[in-house]
């Protein structure tokens, strides 16, 4: 272990070592959090601009069972998927989603008027999706028997209100198959691979600039994501890794110039949004708001803990980047455009809809920007990061490190002031 490490990346320096030892392990990884999850019956998980996808084997064995019991058309309460134009499939476990209640867009049309489900009411747990009954248990939604990852989904509002409590990261060895591959390479770049045990560290390297002030964190992972590039290595491994992560925790925040202002504003209304229908205002908002107002004081003490958890869920799961759709590099730029969506959609929704309470703003914000990000923007959204050379992507990120910054930069408490600032 390396004493001038965070404890993320001597987590996975200890992981590593046991890995050495006994090379054909998986691993599964979850966070646990304190105190223990307890479902609050609020319905809000049920309420989301997201999609509840199924199976289908569960639309073909359900279906049919729902819409009898219910006594109600089968396509009023599953709607199967359109394939995208490019021809691509979707996968097996995406074949239908559940529909939304006509009188109430956002709603899942089995909740009734108490906020519960009428599946789990009536004909029991068993019968609900599994995304349902696992529910805020998420993961990474991959079954690779090498890397497994688990943690709680900050739809709910459940979750929500214990994230400034702590979490602890837990794991469990699994024994590899023998078809399974003991070694597992990853991109870091187009040109460059990350050993297994350099994946483990770059994740505990990317946890530990979470304990940075929230204000730091994006210039930090742009260091650390620029120096690993600047090195023009075949394949990374920990010693490398270890150095990157020394030199991105002392990085520090550059002033924000009008040409970054720019880029990132043209790529966040162009790239990141498109002609998704529902955040049309938003995009027209984005594109002439002043974006380098900070965050209202009671919107950076709410948002900087929820940003952390969706970070922490975000990095250990590293979707794209286990199947290979994106390296570390452009990975790094989802996160980026994720949290700062998410940040600047809190700020639209105070001016647009001041009728909403604090919590139901960040609720309704993270719910947004996930569900276009990360179900409506994907697999769509992947071309447009793949396209990127490393310089663009470094390029972009550049411009949203400082814009990042503006946004959690507070003024220091006047003298005498017994307040603490969350987010300084």
């Known amino acids: 272990m390396s ?20 090379p054909r392990q998986g691993l599964h990884l979850r966070w646990q959090q304190s105190p223990a999850f307890a479902c609050l019956r609020c319905g809000q998980g049920c309420r989301t601009p997201w999609r509840v996808e199924v199976s289908q084997s569960y639309f073909e064995t359900w279906g049919p ?5 219910f006594q109600a058309p089968l396509e009023t309460l599953l709607e199967k ?8 499939k979707f996968a097996p476990e995406r074949f239908a989603t559940l529909k939304k209640n006509p009188q109430d867009p956002v709603a899942c049309v089995f909740l009734n008027e108490d906020q519960l489900c009428r599946i789990h009411l009536e004909m029991g747990p068993e019968a609900k999706p599994p995304v349902c009954w696992q529910y805020p248990l998420n993961g990474s939604g991959m079954h690779w028997q090498f890397y497994l990852s688990e943690g709680l989904a900050l739809s709910c509002r459940g979750v929500g209100q214990d994230l400034d409590q702590p979490a602890e990261l837990k794991h469990r060895w699994l024994p590899l198959s023998p078809q399974a591959p003991p070694q597992v390479a990853f991109r870091f770049s187009p040109q460059g691979l990350l050993s297994r045990q350099a994946f483990h560290l770059v994740l505990g390297a990317a946890l530990d600039l979470l304990d940075a002030p929230i204000s730091h964190w994006l210039t930090r992972l742009e260091t650390l994501l620029r120096t690993a590039f600047l090195l023009r290595r075949a394949v990374y491994e920990p010693p490398h890794i270890r150095v990157l992560a020394a030199q991105a925790a002392t990085a520090l925040p550059g002033p924000l110039n009008a040409t970054e202002l720019v880029l990132a504003r043209d790529f966040l209304t162009t790239g990141a949004i498109g002609a998704k229908a529902d955040l049309q205002a938003f995009k027209h908002w984005l594109s002439s708001a002043t974006l380098a107002q900070p965050l209202s004081h009671n919107q950076a003490e709410a948002l900087a803990p929820a940003l ?8 250990i799961a590293a979707n794209h980047l286990l199947t290979g759709d994106l390296s570390f590099l452009q990975q790094g730029l989802v996160w980026a455009v994720e949290v700062i969506l998410v940040s600047y959609y809190r700020r639209f929704l105070a001016e647009t809809s001041p009728e909403l309470s604090d919590q139901a703003q960040q609720v309704k914000a993270i719910n947004q920007i996930y569900a276009h990000l990360v179900q409506d923007h994907f697999p769509p959204a992947i071309r ?6 490393p310089e663009e992507n470094l390029e972009i990120l550049a411009a949203l490190a400082p814009l990042w910054h503006t946004l959690w930069h507070r003024p220091s408490p006047p003298a005498g002031s017994t307040h603490i600032n969350p987010t300084a």
């Open 3 to 22: 004493p001038l490490a965070g404890k993320y990346l001597n987590y996975f320096e200890a992981l590593n070592t046991q890995l050495r030892h006994t």
């Open 81 to 88: 998927r359109q394939e995208p134009e490019s021809g691509s």
């Open 384 to 389: 447009i990061y793949q396209g990127l050379s």
């Open 308 to 315: 952390k958890g969706w970070l922490q869920r975000q990095i």
């Open 65 to 69: 069972r729902l819409a009898a019991f």
